[in-house]
Structure formats: structure tokens, C-alpha cells
């Protein structure tokens, strides 16, 4: 069973720029979670999507948006890119939002940089 | 509200050695508790997870038990290898703020020959 893929694997922009990430869930899983892994900081959370719908985001200006497709696969946009959103962008799938207890599988992530 | 505590690293140790890496939460409901190691390059992988209190996850060696009278869930090997090293995170999860995990810091393992 395929899991969690990301595109693309790295990506470099410069400030200013929007940035489009890219993740595909396991099939079957109908949860994409988004989270920032900035160098010294662990994991952030940023956004949830379920059937569609954003269900909660993290602490991030509007700036940071996504959106879930049909599919169930997933985008995460990034408009006027600052140098503190270098960071390797972790995506996560789940079965679905019924229970708290359901298990996030995680994809490699992009790495982005931005000079 | 929600939040991870756990030690701060890195951690080296020699092969064979016993490991703990600490980890307490705060909930503000009933939470599940689970420990992600991510290899170098990698993303992060489940290791172990823990549904309820008393509850003992396990895989690969590894040990985690839910303690609700300390809330904490201590990571423990009774015997580490050199492909043990990594970054490990603990995190939680809570039915009051729908699947939204948490994490902590992580804490960076070195296991040497």
C-alpha cells in the first residue's frame, strides 16, 4: 500500500513569491493535515482538511492556505513568501475525523527555502 | 490548553545502552498519546501509541506507558542500536480539539558502536 507522497521533494523561492506543496493521502484516508517543521522549533501545526472542508488551523497568518480536492489530495499555498517560512513542510493522512485516536501517517515533506 | 514537554537532547549513548527519553503532556481532556521517530531524510514514522491510562504501547523494543496519575509517557529500550539513532517526538491528541495533534520539541538520539 502506497503511503503519504509529497511534490515536490525540495523547492526554492525567493521572498515575495507564492509557494504550491503538493500531498496525496493514503488511499482510503480522508483527513490531510499540514504541519511546519522550522529548524529548532518541532512541529507546527497548520491546517486540517476533511471531505473537502478546512476543519481547524494552527497559528499562522491567512497568508498560509490550502485546499483538500475530490480526491481527497491536498495543496498548500504559501503568498508572499518571508525567509522565516524555510522549513520543511510535513503533510499527514488519517482514516478519517471521527475519533481522536485515529493514527497520522506522515509523507517525507517538501523542503522549502526561500532566499 | 494542549501541550508536550519532552527532554531536550541530543541524546548520545553506546550500543546496548538503556534508554529513556521523557515526555509529559497537558490535556485538557482524555488524550492519546503516541511516539513519531523520523530517520535522517525521512518523514516521520509511528513508532507507538497509547489509547488510554495503564495503557503500554510497544514496537521494535521500544516501551511507552500512559500515566495519567503523573501524565507523563516516558520512552523507553532496554537496549539501543546504532540504527536507533534518530529524532524522536511525542505527541498527543485530544477529542476537545478534534484530531488536532501536538508535538513536542523532539529529541535527537546518537547511538555509537
Known amino acids: 500500500e502506497a503511503g503519504v507522497t509529497q511534490s515536490p521533494t525540495h523547492l526554492i523561492k525567493t521572498r515575495g513569491q507564492q509557494a504550491t506543496l503538493r500531498c496525496s493521502p493514503i488511499?482510503?484516508?480522508?483527513?490531510v493535515y499540514w504541519y511546519q517543521q522550522a529548524l529548532g522549533l518541532g512541529l507546527q501545526f497548520l491546517l486540517w482538511?476533511?471531505?473537502?472542508?478546512?476543519?481547524n488551523r494552527g497559528n499562522f497568518p491567512p497568508r498560509f492556505s490550502g485546499r483538500q480536492f475530490p480526491n481527497y489530495s491536498s495543496e498548500l499555498n504559501v503568498n508572499a513568501l518571508e525567509l522565516e517560512d524555510s522549513a520543511l513542510y510535513l503533510c499527514a493522512s488519517s482514516l478519517d475525523s471521527g475519533g481522536h485516536e485515529d493514527t497520522q501517517y506522515f509523507g517525507p515533506g517538501t523542503r522549502l527555502t526561500v532566499l | 490548553g494542549n501541550s508536550v514537554t519532552q527532554m531536550e537532547g541530543p541524546v548520545t549513548l553506546s550500543e546496548e545502552a538503556f534508554l529513556t527519553i521523557n515526555c509529559t503532556y497537558t490535556a485538557t481532556g482524555y488524550p492519546s498519546l503516541f511516539w513519531y521517530v523520523q530517520y535522517p531524510g525521512e518523514g516521520l514514522q509511528l513508532l507507538l501509541k497509547a489509547t488510554k491510562a495503564d495503557d503500554k504501547g510497544s514496537n521494535k523494543g521500544f516501551e511507552a506507558t500512559y500515566r495519567k496519575e503523573t501524565t507523563s509517557f516516558h520512552l523507553e529500550k532496554g537496549s539501543v542500536q546504532v540504527s536507533d539513532s534518530a529524532v524522536y517526538f511525542c505527541a498527543l491528541s485530544d477529542v476537545n480539539t478534534g484530531n488536532q495533534f501536538y508535538f513536542g520539541t523532539g529529541t535527537s538520539l546518537t547511538v555509537i558502536p
Open positions: 482538511y476533511d471531505e473537502g472542508e478546512e476543519r
Open positions: 488511499s482510503g484516508h480522508t483527513s
